[in-house]
């Protein structure tokens, strides 16, 4: 059996969770989320405790357990907290610009990239070189942040381009002057 799949999911005060036709729904002071469900697992909803049960002892049924446990636990923490991911940009001259949902990258390309926020993400631009995105499908927050990063991703020599607040980055050494004897 999955060992992440066993724990059971605490549900806060606030928080709906229901499931109908195959669909789990999740309802919260943040907003709502939904996930499709497999026949391989059963999702027991108690008062203010979710558990997810295989149906068989099959590896994939195993395996899905462990999976819908964290999507499911994903969504309650969504929909009650939220998630966030801070973007650094490191370079001279590079920075970003926040207008409605339209992120402008300056990444020293000869044009600014600009970058339309999925519905449902919020962008800050707390200085020019940091930038938060945050919204409550942990899933949709990482991957923005991801095709963000992939416009200007982190050269090891000087460090230039977009990483993650967190990521550190492993620096080469450069070219070195032969010494001539």
């Not at 992120?103 to 044009?111: A, H, I, K, Q, V």
């Not at 600014?112 to 938060?132: D, F, M, S, W, Y």
Request: charged share 25%.
């Amino acid at each position: 059996m999955s060992r992440v799949g066993k724990l059971p999911i605490t549900v806060p005060q606030g928080v709906k969770v229901a499931i109908n036709g195959g669909l789990i729904n999740v309802e919260g002071p943040k907003g709502k989320l939904s996930c499709p469900t497999r026949p391989e697992v059963v999702i027991n909803i108690k008062e203010s405790e979710i558990s997810v049960v295989p149906k068989d002892e099959s590896k994939e049924s195993n395996s899905f357990q462990g999976l819908y446990r964290q999507l499911v636990n994903n969504m309650v923490i969504g929909v009650s907290k939220g998630f966030s991911k801070t973007l650094m940009i490191n370079g001279v001259g590079f920075r970003a610009d926040l207008k409605a949902n339209i992120l402008t990258l300056n990444l020293g390309y000869s044009e600014l990239i600009e970058v339309v926020l999925p519905q449902g993400i919020t962008a800050t631009v707390e200085n020019p070189n940091k930038v938060t995105i945050s919204g409550i499908d942990k899933q949709l927050v990482g991957q923005t942040c991801a095709e963000i990063r992939s416009l200007r991703e982190p050269e090891p020599y000087k460090g230039k381009g977009i990483r993650y607040e967190d990521e550190v980055i492993r620096r080469k050494a450069g070219k070195t002057a032969s010494a001539k004897k």
